[in-house]
């Protein structure tokens, strides 16, 4: 049998979320899909677009794993507009040509709404949907100090805090009496608009724009119907969306009054051969300009065209978002419209927060909540509403401040196996224990199979305390202990370290511990004393705590032969050094390569070796290079604006500056920097755990990213810092790494595992929050104030000597190590 | 391992050139030993081949030692397994053995049983 042809027109983030359900199913087998993107992205991430400004591109936003549109079965046709759609024929019509279909699905989403303004024609006119909508907000932006945003609902809000954090003067302008109304009630739009002017946007409401002229101190001026004006260099409007449905209006499909195609719950049009799904579709009179009930209605989609009872049934529009750092939550019937519906309150103004529950007139079901300035009440209230689970007597203990009486956090066992946990991807708490039960034993396991939490992400905390308890009851431990020998996590053991000021492993296993300790053990205590207190590693009580690689201060190669890469900060090095460097590896008979962090690496010294090799690198002005510690690495640069014609900033400069203050410093994993002069990045700086960009006004600093198995981009973490700011803010996120991280976890996963992620971080370094800044830049400066270079202490004791021998009495090498030449240099035979 | 009674003891080394915690390698007759000094720990001494016979390399001296359930061992520096420093067997892979000598401390000396009288002494 020949397939049956199906079209998807629209690769958003419903159009891509369908066809990667339909492919699932059983039905694929018997279809050709042919997709269409009227843009040149395959599907991308929509919600998050605002990481575009901080640090994503388009390929870190991309939704479709890498391949999928190359598999059999389906082809994506992108920067290809279908311009029209032949009924009678069955095709679609692009300027390409025209293509059969036996199945159509519609899901060419909506487009912003811009208020028909005199003077809004020309390109004031910026709107915030696609990445190309993005881009030209930058380019405008790089000409702007002053940027408005004409809209003040979800949308609106996040494209403030775009114009924000590319560095304009941000408003807003409303035209309704309130920030955010569909959302959110008067009192809770009053204190979001008041918390979002402490941040430095100024928001104007109930101002509807008349016309928009040639400006006096800015590029526009818009005037406003109460005569008053405002003067700024770019305009967005962020006034709403409206359903695309302009192919099915020309192609005389059943429209809304309003607009939107109207579907029924199978997502039918009014052409039995066409489906709509998205914001484009209409059900029951309603448009849902959220991402949750477009997934909702591509798996229905899907399971229909795969002879599987399905309908699409409404869905909940309740939202958890962080606009511009404030928590904002609004859940179901948030304007208690519901007749005789019970109103809780609870506002709190020296806090900023404010938080109400609408319940049924029997006092037992939440039919609504608003939730402004903490969002930690949301999740259980959102399973109350959404499960219909008896309130507690007073349902106002679920959102007074936890004090006595206040009712406990809903917990997972409470939920019923039917309650959603995620409610992007439409996950069942029954989906998460089937999984489970299944032998996923972790949150990321339980991700891959089920696809929970990877939509919006606000179901995070929900889902660990989900699968947490759910392994609890199978009678799996959820242990952080270190080892056999301490019953504490890394950061705990580091808490009692610094607190009890105790300076020796004997001491702690005392204390806190049992038995002899271990290779786990032993190295994570002997970093954190490091960290702590910058004791010689050799001192005795820490040398037996270390990896061969820290006691030998060398990196051990698969030979039980060593490296040595001495350091070379920021890459500088001046032909002298070069030489010196090339007489001893030609002495020695090293094996010699460049790394890929600008250093010099030396392979094939043995134990009695080491010290002889140091002895002439010290002698030439080196130090050692920590490459065999969990510790600082290198700080990459280019070469910045002492010699290249684009440079902005002394990257070089920079790189030595940090290289040498943090030199040394030991962490729960290694930790590498590089410092780029001007945004062509050539150090490659985005890819390091502490990455710095120069811009002409100073520096831009990126945190917690890395190369290798898993790479990950750093996020940009603050703009254009001067020298002073950015030691600062590197000193602080550093030193809170060390506090908090776990035993070999690299800055990403910590950042990640951090409640709160980046925002919480930058709140604990920027803001202080925790108030724990200035002791966090006194520990550091005490590992600053106490550098010495290991070698050369060591070099200077023959007590730490004494074990740079291969035998204790012998003189002899190893003499099983067998060599062999390869490219005129020594390796391994 | 031979019969006590009928073992030679032969001086290895000096007990200061032992590290407290940790091992080091000594040369007997073409055999390499790695030589661990627990303080406290049973005989205190413990002797083990120094050859890692998966990494085929002579490292073991070089790696950490502690104590898993209870048993002392050490752990390889290359690729981690652990032996029990009393009979080095392999916990990770129990085929795999590595060859030990009695030792002992006698006074400042450290001591090595050894049915064969050549011994290239410190």
């Not at chain 1, 070379?568 to 460097?581: C, S, W």
Request: glycine residues 10%; proline residues 4%; negative net charge.
């Amino acid at each position: 049998m020949s397939k049956q042809q199906m079209i998807v027109i629209g690769n958003g983030m419903v159009g891509h979320h369908f066809v990667e359900q339909f492919l699932a199913s059983d039905a694929a087998a018997d279809y050709q899909l042919t997709v269409f993107g009227e843009e040149p992205h395959v599907a991308y991430d929509r919600v998050h677009l605002s990481d575009y400004f901080n640090g994503s591109d388009a390929d870190a936003l991309c939704l479709a794993k890498p391949g999928f549109y190359d598999q059999d079965g389906v082809t994506l046709q992108l920067d290809e507009q279908v311009t029209g759609i032949d009924r009678d024929a069955k095709q679609v019509i692009t300027p390409k040509g025209r293509y059969d279909y036996d199945t159509l699905v519609l899901a060419t989403g909506s487009y912003p709404f811009v208020p028909p303004i005199p003077g809004n024609d020309n390109e004031a006119g910026l709107v915030y949907r696609t990445l190309d909508d993005l881009d030209a907000i930058r380019d405008a932006a790089a000409r702007s100090k002053i940027g408005v945003v004409v809209g003040g609902g979800l949308l609106g809000l996040e494209a403030a805090n775009a114009l924000k954090s590319l560095g304009l003067k941000a408003h807003v302008v409303e035209f309704a009496p309130q920030l955010m109304g569909v959302q959110l009630d008067g009192e809770a739009g009053e204190l979001l608009k008041s918390k979002i002017e402490d941040l430095g946007v100024t928001v104007h409401c109930s101002k509807a724009t008349q016309q928009i002229v040639a400006g006096d101190s800015c590029r526009y001026k818009m005037e406003f119907s109460d005569g008053e004006a405002l003067e700024t260099d770019l305009i967005v409007f962020s006034a709403g969306i409206r359903p695309q449905d302009a192919l099915g209006r020309e192609s005389g499909l059943e429209l809304g009054e309003r607009g939107g195609i109207v579907i029924d719950s199978q997502c039918r049009t009014s052409d039995e051969s066409i489906y709509a799904i998205g914001e484009c579709a209409l059900w029951n009179g309603q448009i849902f300009g959220l991402v949750a009930p477009g997934y909702t209605m591509a798996k229905t989609l899907a399971a229909y065209l795969n002879d599987e009872a399905a309908g699409f049934t409404g869905a909940d529009m309740s939202t958890k978002l962080k606009l511009l750092g404030v928590d904002v939550g609004s859940i179901g019937d948030a304007h208690g419209r519901t007749p005789e519906a019970l109103i809780y309150k609870y506002s709190n103004q020296a806090e900023g927060t404010y938080r109400k529950l609408v319940v049924s007139p029997d006092n037992k079901q939440l039919l609504g909540a608003v939730l402004v300035g903490d969002n930690s009440y949301y999740d259980t209230l959102l399973q109350y509403a959404l499960n219909g689970l008896e309130l507690p007597e007073q349902p106002d203990s679920l959102i007074l401040p936890a004090m006595e009486g206040a009712a406990p956090a809903l917990g997972a066992d409470a939920l019923p196996e039917t309650a959603t946990i995620c409610s992007c991807l439409n996950v069942t708490k029954g989906q998460i224990v089937e999984a489970i039960d299944a032998g996923a034993v972790t949150v990321a396991d339980v991700k891959e199979v089920t696809a929970a939490s990877t939509g919006c992400g606000g179901c995070a905390a929900l889902l660990k305390n989900v699968v947490d308890s759910e392994l609890e009851q199978r009678g799996v431990e959820i242990s952080n202990d270190l080892c056999e020998h301490f019953a504490y996590s890394r950061e705990e053991l580091y808490h009692l370290v610094r607190v009890e000021g105790i300076a020796s492993f004997d001491e702690l296993l005392k204390r806190y511990g049992k038995g002899l300790g271990c290779d786990i053990c032993k190295p994570t205590v002997g970093s954190i004393l490091a960290s702590c207190w910058n004791d010689h590693i050799h001192e005795l009580p820490h040398v037996g705590l270390q990896d061969t690689n820290d006691t030998f201060m060398a990196n051990m190669q698969k030979n039980g032969t060593y490296s040595v890469v001495p350091r070379v900060p920021g890459g500088e090095i001046t032909p002298k050094q070069l030489i010196a460097l090339g007489m001893v590896a030609d002495k020695y008979q090293l094996y010699t390569k460049i790394t890929g962090g600008q250093r010099v690496d030396l392979f094939g010294a043995t134990l009695n070796q080491l010290p002889l090799i140091w002895g002439e690198l010290i002698d030439a002005g080196f130090e050692t290079g920590h490459a065999y510690g969990k510790s600082l690495r290198t700080v990459k640069s280019c070469v910045g604006s002492t010699w290249c014609r684009y440079g902005v900033q002394d990257s070089v400069g920079m790189a030595i500056r940090l290289e040498n203050r943090y030199k040394g410093l030991r962490a729960p994993h290694k930790i590498k920097f590089a410092v780029s002069g001007c945004t062509r990045e050539c150090a490659e700086a985005q890819s390091k755990d502490i990455g710095v960009i120069a811009t002409d006004k100073g520096w831009n600093l990126y945190v917690c990213g890395n190369g290798g198995m898993k790479p990950r981009h750093a996020d940009l973490f603050a703009t254009d810092l001067d020298d002073a700011t950015l030691i600062q803010y590197i000193d602080r996120v550093l030193m809170f790494y060390i506090k908090t991280g776990d035993r070999l976890q690299r800055t990403s996963v910590w950042m990640e595992n951090l409640e709160g992620g980046l925002a919480y971080l930058q709140d604990v370094v920027i803001n202080d929050s925790l108030g724990l800044g200035q002791q966090l830049e006194q520990q550091m400066e005490h590992v600053v104030a106490t550098y010495q270079c290991e070698w050369k202490s060591a070099i200077n004791d023959p007590e730490k000597l004494k074990r740079f021998r291969q035998f204790v009495n012998d003189e002899r090498e190893d003499p099983d190590l067998q060599v062999v030449e390869v490219r005129d240099q020594l390796i391994p035979a | 391992m031979s019969n006590p009674t009928e073992l030679e003891w032969l001086s290895l080394c000096d007990k200061d050139d032992l590290i407290p915690g940790s091992g080091i390698a000594a040369w007997l007759d073409g055999e390499q030993i790695a030589l661990f000094y627990l303080p406290g720990i049973g005989n205190e001494v413990f002797a083990l081949s120094n050859h890692d016979p998966i990494a085929n390399a002579n490292v073991i001296a070089r790696g950490i030692t502690g104590s898993l359930e209870q048993q002392p061992v050490v752990a390889s520096p290359l690729y981690k397994q652990h032996y029990r420093l009393d009979d080095g067997s392999c916990l990770e892979q129990p085929e795999l053995t590595l060859k030990c000598w009695p030792v002992r401390l006698s006074g400042n000396r450290v001591e090595i049983g050894s049915d064969s009288p050549q011994v290239n002494a410190a």
